[in-house]
Nanobody, 117 residues
């Protein structure tokens, strides 16, 4: 079994910054892609950013230039640095981890990010 523990959410004013962390623990042989998704009230869960095991990243157009995803493979942890936050970034943020070699996906419990105008 694998556990994901997220941290770093909170309330911030527009233009501010937050850093999210997601640490994986448990029965882990190796980790493939890691990512962050978000879900606003009444909306579907959307991809925010993903990063491969070799460090290649991909971003949603709405966060390009403002958010940065990174990972520490030694700590089985993925981060999301969020700068220049906007009210439309308000959502519950979920981390997503692909565990190898059986390619099982796990989700974090979610962390609330609220950006006030």
């Amino acid at each position: 079994q694998v556990q994901l523990v997220e941290s770093g959410g909170g309330l911030v004013q527009a233009g501010g910054s937050l850093r999210l962390s997601c640490a994986a623990s448990g029965s882990i042989f190796s980790i493939g892609d890691m990512g962050w998704y978000r879900q606003a009230p009444g909306k579907q869960r959307d991809m925010v950013a993903t990063i491969t095991s070799s460090g290649s990243s991909n971003y949603a157009d709405s966060v390009k230039g403002r958010f940065t995803i990174s990972r520490d493979n030694a700590k089985n942890t993925v981060y999301l640095q969020m700068n220049s936050l906007k009210p439309e970034d308000t959502a519950v943020y979920y981390c997503n981890v692909l565990i190898l070699p059986f390619r099982i996906t796990y989700w974090g419990q979610g962390t609330q990010v609220t950006v006030s105008s």
